[in-house]
């Protein structure tokens, strides 16, 4: 590096040391208010530089590499920062910055309590420093050092509140998961080095690996980054873990975590693999449609909102890998403007994820944090007691529902442009199994639209159902802020998508050696993915035409002869004593129960009724099939290899030193020959 | 020529307006003629709106701020979608603005804000209808878009101008996907605009509707917005099989005549349609709501199919 420091780099620098200061500051924390709000400042401003540094690094056209004097004498650790490694930087500073403003006024719960304020900063810094490196790293050693800094630290997140004994199994079962997961890409990079010359990316892209291998390679990454990332039927330990974390920290992993995993992910397939093999596209494709439709599904029967939203995560986790296998098909046959579309499709996808999962896990924290609840069947009527968080909320959920004019909206519309061009491809399979791909995700869309109609209806509309709930207060300026800094970028992301697509270019571009030039060829106002006769969306003209007719259509029924609104009671139902109780209103269980009844087969649905001293009690209870068929057996299984081994047992000393002189043979056999 | 041609869109957007109540009320006539009842006119529905805009509208105490915005959202969502409908011309540039998956974005739009408005006041009615609309309509989409991909897989375009061109320049070949879609956006316009057999637009006996249970709470002004919506929902599917699946007469270019037989040829058609429906609930009966899913799920295999066929038998190797 002869003339300097490039910039994005310098502002990576300043975004680790700003998290490591956020870390030692923390120790100190509960010292005084002063050490806490400086650990959250030292944290935004981690935050702002990531993001700085991921912008300088999209508009760069050249990666930034550096050495750190860090690591093993033979390697020390390399950092590199292009294109890619740059928009995952820009994902993580835009949440980490959120979070870092609405931290202050969600820790106040902990500061009297029995949880400890230090440890809960340190490793809040400590799993940000883990993603921001994973991201940087620029050879597996380094990656995997980190990889693992990111799940130990969140480990201890999700532990956090260890009173509660389900939050142990969750961090427990999230431990277990993370490190088989952990194992299966660590081998996967053993492929790849292996056949390279060394851990470094640069040996590895520089690699020679026979179609087997690479699939080998393929297979294991995809199963450890699947794993992270909560794939189906991989997800099990995902709806458990997020929620038992504190909110900040679960919009932190749904957030960006899981992010972190498909940066892995294309990191390790779109680059370093080298040549692509459709196969592998059709993997992703099926298990991602899979995901997404599990995901919803399994959401829309949760209660427990920020379960329901964990869930959701697995959904959209599904939409991204949807957007990649359509990619991975297209660039593996050849079609590379097709692909390119879906692997932006699916980065924009990530983006978007990013913020409205984040705002809705900080809009979950903000009722939690205002009336201790997170079972939506006891919430309600809570627009009107917290209007900012009710208004956020709601942009949230319209966004994750996919509707125009939103963010989530225009990458679904960019995964189906994707899909629909299908009929590129040669083979009679292919071009069947992409439209049934799209199908599923019609089907997804609609389905988490009806959950979060679920969702909104029940918790901020209607009347409060409990009395802690009908006395909730607002929250704290910062809680508010977050939550509207989120819902604007939502909004943002939504309305001017080609001027983000321009930026998002420079991912394709230096990975795969092609952008998608014609997609922002007509101007901001114009979206045109592959041509303008082919398809367009212009955002800023619907956002103005919807606010047009709102305006219009009210200004003119407020003139003329229509009086103002005024005030009754609802129907009474016919009951003749006045209103209708808060009880009487749908809950979330029987607002899901028709779709409870025509997908029943997918649920594992426990019902029944108890009748004990003359009161009937009913007793539902829907859990993840994806227990029985998958997590139940190798349980069962490994218990019973473990059974087996304990007859090594005996308890006497002459059986074991017998056990051990026959290793020994073993061994200096296998050494000799 | 662009300004012309915007004022084309907008002439088009207040052709739906104001044609859409006179669609219903011709659907109403030829159903009580059909059950050897006299009817109303055909313009009762400009009557009933007018009456509902001078009327003082009532609020619940128990409803949010989102209750009275409700109405605005979904009437103006329910407006864009018709605007972007190709309805005399093929040439209307609000094609380009928004495709065909954004006009089922918007669809879906009024719904998700007409299903919150269903739970605002909090009583039992409300959620159940918002319950069944997301139902049915969780449902009717997937089915709906697949119809739509396999106008746009042929036409290689979302665009709903060119889908139309291309059906008329591509030769009138009876294609076996087109028939399977048609069929499948059929299944889906009827349960999309609440009509008999999926919902039953003429009645309010709690255990069958779904779409009034929504509304239920909503007066005046509100409920004009809302029926208004409605209206413009069912002159929209009809709209969008007449001229997709059938696109004699309309117009493409900007002249006078062209212009006025894509009027008449859209508004026969529209008849035709009318008199069809009304038909149809004559003579079926209304089903029990989880009867629904599996008419939707024939429309969602009939889309399926036609989208498969496509691929299969017409787009060759």
Redesign the interface.
């Known amino acids: 590096m002869t003339h300097g420091l490039p910039l994005s780099l310098g502002l990576a620098y300043v975004a680790l040391l700003g998290v490591l200061g956020s870390v030692l500051v923390a120790f100190v924390s509960d010292r005084g208010a002063a050490f806490k709000m400086a650990m959250f400042v030292l944290l935004g401003v981690s935050g702002g530089a990531a993001v700085l540094a991921g912008l300088a690094a999209l508009a760069s056209p050249e990666a930034a590499a550096a050495q750190l004097p860090a690591g093993l004498p033979w390697l020390a650790w390399r950092l590199r920062l292009d294109a890619l490694a740059g928009f995952f930087l820009l994902v993580i500073g835009l949440v980490v910055l959120a979070v870092s403003v609405y931290g202050p006024g969600y820790v106040r719960d902990f500061e009297h309590g029995a949880d400890p304020l230090p440890v809960l900063g340190a490793f809040t810094g400590l799993f940000v420093l883990g993603m921001m490196l994973v991201v940087l790293a620029d050879d597996a050693f380094l990656f995997m050092v980190s990889w693992e800094l990111m799940s130990l630290s969140s480990y201890f997140l999700v532990t956090f509140q260890h009173d509660h004994a389900a939050n142990r199994r969750a961090a427990f079962l999230y431990l277990l998961m993370a490190h088989i997961g952990a194992l299966s890409i660590l081998l996967g990079y053993g492929v790849l080095a292996g056949f390279g010359d060394g851990f470094a990316f640069d040996a590895m892209r520089a690699a020679e690996l026979s179609p087997f291998w690479a699939s080998v390679a393929f297979g294991l990454a995809f199963f450890g980054f699947g794993m992270k990332a909560g794939l189906v039927p991989m997800h099990a330990w995902l709806p458990e873990a997020h929620p038992a974390a504190p909110s900040h920290v679960s919009a932190l992993m749904s957030g960006v975590m899981l992010k972190v995993a498909v940066y892995g992910f294309i990191r390790f397939t779109f680059d370093l693999v080298g040549q692509l093999h459709w196969q592998w596209g059709v993997a992703v494709l099926a298990i991602g449609s899979v995901s997404a439709l599990m995901g919803v599904l399994y959401a829309l029967m949760q209660h427990d909102l920020k379960r329901l939203l964990a869930y959701h995560s697995v959904e959209n986790i599904g939409i991204i890998f949807i957007g990649l296998g359509l990619g991975l098909i297209f660039l593996a046959t050849g079609h590379r403007v097709a692909g390119v579309l879906g692997v932006i499709a699916a980065l924009y996808h990530t983006l978007n994820h990013a913020l409205f999962k984040s705002l809705l896990f900080l809009g979950a924290g903000a009722i939690l944090h205002s009336c201790h609840e997170r079972d939506l069947e006891r919430m309600g009527g809570l627009l009107r007691r917290m209007p900012w968080t009710g208004l956020f909320f709601l942009i949230g959920c319209i966004s994750i529902s996919a509707l125009p004019p939103f963010n989530g909206f225009v990458s679904e519309w960019l995964t189906f442009q994707t899909a629909l061009q299908a009929w590129l491809l040669e083979g009679g399979v292919l071009r069947s199994v992409i439209p049934i791909a799209a199908a599923v995700l019609a089907l997804t869309g609609a389905l988490a639209a009806a959950c979060f109609v679920k969702v909104y209806g029940v918790a901020f509309l209607g009347r409060a159902r409990t009395r802690r709930v009908r006395r909730a207060r607002g929250v704290s300026r910062g809680m508010r802020i977050a939550q509207g800094y989120l819902a604007a970028l939502c909004l943002l992301a939504g309305v001017f998508p080609t001027t983000l697509l321009g930026w998002l270019d420079a991912v394709p571009e230096s990975l795969l050696g092609r952008g998608l030039t014609q997609a922002t060829a007509h101007g901001w106002l114009w979206l045109t993915p592959i041509a303008p006769e082919t398809a367009s969306y212009s955002a800023p003209v619907v956002i103005l035409a919807l606010a047009a007719v709102w305006w219009l259509s009210a200004t003119l029924l407020r003139r003329g002869k229509a009086r103002e609104a005024r005030r009754c009671d609802p129907w009474g139902c016919g009951f003749s004593n006045g209103l209708p109780t808060p009880r009487m209103q749908y809950s979330a269980t029987a607002f899901a129960q028709p779709i409870r009844r025509v997908f029943g087969p997918l649920f594992h649905i426990d019902q029944q009724v108890e009748e004990s001293g003359g009161v009937q009690r009913f007793r539902l209870h829907v859990s993840d099939r994806a227990w029985g068929l998958f997590y139940l057996p190798v349980a069962k299984a490994v218990q019973a290899a473990s059974r087996r081994v304990t007859r090594l047992q005996s308890g006497s000393i002459r059986v074991y030193l017998g056990w051990s002189l026959a290793t020994l043979l073993v061994l200096l056999w296998v050494v000799s020959s | 020529m662009t300004v012309f041609s915007w004022l084309m869109v907008l002439l088009q957007a207040a052709l739906f307006l104001f044609g859409a109540p006179l669609l219903v009320g011709w659907v109403r006539l030829v159903k009580s003629r059909l059950q050897n009842r006299r009817g109303a006119s055909p313009l009762q529905p400009y009557r009933d709106l007018r009456k509902l805009?001078?009327k003082?509208?009532?609020?619940?105490?128990?409803?949010?701020?989102?209750f009275?915005a409700a109405p605005?959202?979904v009437?103006?969502?329910a407006?864009?979608a018709c605007?972007v409908v190709p309805l005399l011309t093929t040439r209307s540039p609000a094609t380009?603005?928004?495709?065909v998956?954004?006009l089922v974005?918007?669809l879906?739009?009024g719904?998700?804000f007409l299903?919150?408005a269903?739970?605002?006041?909090?009583?039992?009615?409300?959620?159940?209808g918002?319950?069944?609309e997301?139902?049915v309509?969780?449902?009717?989409?997937?089915a709906m878009?697949?119809a739509v991909?396999t106008l746009?897989?042929t036409a290689?375009?979302?665009?709903l101008g060119?889908v139309i061109d291309h059906q008329l320049t591509g030769g009138l070949a009876l294609r076996p996907s087109y028939l399977f879609a048609l069929m499948g956006l059929v299944l889906v316009a009827v349960a999309e605009t609440g009509r008999i057999p999926v919902d039953n637009p003429a009645t309010h006996l709690e255990l069958t509707m779904i779409h009034e249970a929504m509304i239920?709470?909503y007066s005046?002004?509100?409920l004009a917005?809302m029926e208004w919506a409605a209206q413009l929902k069912l002159m929209l599917y009809g709209v969008l099989i007449a001229n997709v699946f059938l696109p004699w007469g309309i117009a493409r270019s900007f002249s006078p005549t062209a212009l006025g037989s894509g009027l008449l040829a859209v508004a026969l058609k529209l008849a035709w349609l009318g008199v069809a429906l009304a038909v149809s609930e004559t003579v079926l009966a209304k089903m029990r709501?989880?009867r629904a899913?599996q008419f939707l799920n024939f429309a969602?295999l009939l889309a399926?199919l036609g989208?498969?066929s496509h691929?299969?038998l017409e787009?060759g190797?």
């Open positions: 805009f001078g003082e509208p009532l609020v619940a105490h128990t409803a949010s701020p989102l009275r605005y959202i009437f103006a969502a407006l864009l605007a380009a603005v928004a495709d998956i954004v974005g918007f879906a739009l719904r998700f299903a919150l269903g739970m605002d006041v909090g009583t039992a009615f409300g959620g159940m918002s319950s069944r997301m139902l309509s969780a449902m009717a989409e997937p878009l697949l991909f746009a897989m290689h375009s979302t665009n060119s239920l709470e005046g002004r509100h917005l709501l989880f899913p969602f399926l989208l498969l691929i299969i787009s190797a």
